[in-house]
């Protein structure tokens, strides 16, 4: 089972609010220093956050600008099969599968993980796992 980063929820709770406010700004560039603050990530922008917006609910985007981007931890190909069949079987939330999404491009040095695993050329699981690893 993969374990997550903590959530810190004082910030998880300021955030959403930031980004509430950025949603009904009329100029939300005003508030892109403050959601790159406290998410510690300065590439962020708040066009990023209204994209978001488009697709998910307040919670999740929150979360996803919160998690830490993953480092490499040189996983096995039985640990990575895991990760891409929990993605494959939507056991986690939004925010996880991202995570989880960005930890096997860097355990693989693919960027197309998303397309293998949401667009496969197969429904079998296996197939997809070996697509990855192989790196197809």
Not at 36 to 58: M, Y
Request: net charge negative; charged share 30%.
């Amino acid at each position: 089972m993969m374990k997550f980063p903590e959530i810190d929820n004082k910030k998880l709770s300021a955030l959403m609010q930031i980004i509430e406010e950025i949603n009904r700004a009329d100029n939300p560039e005003e508030y892109e220093q403050q959601l790159q603050n406290l998410t510690g990530k300065p590439e962020i922008s708040f066009r990023e956050v209204l994209a978001f917006w488009e697709w998910t609910n307040l919670e999740d985007i929150a979360c996803s600008l919160l998690m830490p981007e993953p480092q490499k931890q040189n996983l096995s190909d039985s640990e990575l099969a895991e990760i891409i069949t929990s993605i494959c079987e939507c056991r986690y939330s939004e925010p996880e599968t991202d995570y989880l999404l960005k930890v096997l491009e860097n355990e693989t040095d693919r960027t197309d993980i998303s397309d293998l695993i949401f667009y496969p050329e197969t429904d079998d699981i296996s197939a997809i796992i070996g697509s990855i690893l192989r790196k197809d």
